[in-house]
C-alpha cells in the first residue's frame, strides 16, 4: 500500500506533472514524472498518482487496473529520487494486457529523461 506521503491527490499536482515533466508512452500506459519546484534538492519522498478512466473499463476493471498500477509502483519507490512527481495514466488496452513490461520500460525511460 502507498503510504499518505507517496499519494498525489490535488488535480494542481496533477496538472503541474502532465503539463511541465517528461512522458513515456506505451502501448498500455503513459507514464509522467516532473521534479518538484525550487532550486534546492526536495528531501521529500517521491509521490505517485494514478489517472484511470472510464474509458479503461467499468468501475471493477479499473479498480482491478488501479491496484496492478499500485503493485508496480510500490517495487520502483525504492530506486526513484526523492522530490520527484509522478503520474501513471492507463490507456484501455490496460484493462486486458499485462502491464509490468511496459511499466519497467516506461518508468526506466522517465528516470533516464528527469536525469538528464
Known amino acids: 500500500m502507498l503510504t499518505q506521503a507517496h499519494r498525489m491527490r490535488r488535480p494542481d499536482e496533477f496538472r503541474h506533472v502532465i503539463r511541465r515533466g517528461v512522458r513515456a508512452g506505451r502501448p498500455t500506459m503513459v507514464v509522467h514524472a516532473a521534479p518538484r519546484g525550487g532550486t534546492t534538492p526536495d528531501?521529500?519522498?517521491?509521490?505517485?498518482?494514478?489517472?484511470?478512466?472510464?474509458?479503461?473499463?467499468?468501475?471493477?476493471?479499473?479498480?482491478?487496473?488501479?491496484r496492478?498500477?499500485?503493485?508496480?509502483?510500490?517495487?520502483?519507490?525504492?530506486?526513484t529520487p526523492?522530490?520527484?512527481?509522478?503520474?501513471?495514466?492507463?490507456?484501455?488496452?490496460?484493462?486486458?494486457?499485462?502491464?509490468?513490461?511496459?511499466?519497467?520500460s516506461a518508468w526506466r525511460t522517465c528516470l533516464r529523461r528527469l536525469a538528464s
Open 82 to 104: 526523492a522530490g520527484t512527481d509522478w503520474v501513471v495514466r492507463a490507456l484501455p488496452p490496460a484493462a486486458t494486457q499485462n502491464l509490468a513490461d511496459d511499466f519497467t
Open 43 to 66: 528531501p521529500t519522498p517521491p509521490r505517485v498518482g494514478f489517472v484511470v478512466s472510464k474509458a479503461v473499463g467499468n468501475a471493477v476493471t479499473r479498480n482491478r487496473v488501479k
Open 68 to 79: 496492478r498500477l499500485r503493485h508496480l509502483v510500490i517495487a520502483r519507490l525504492a530506486d
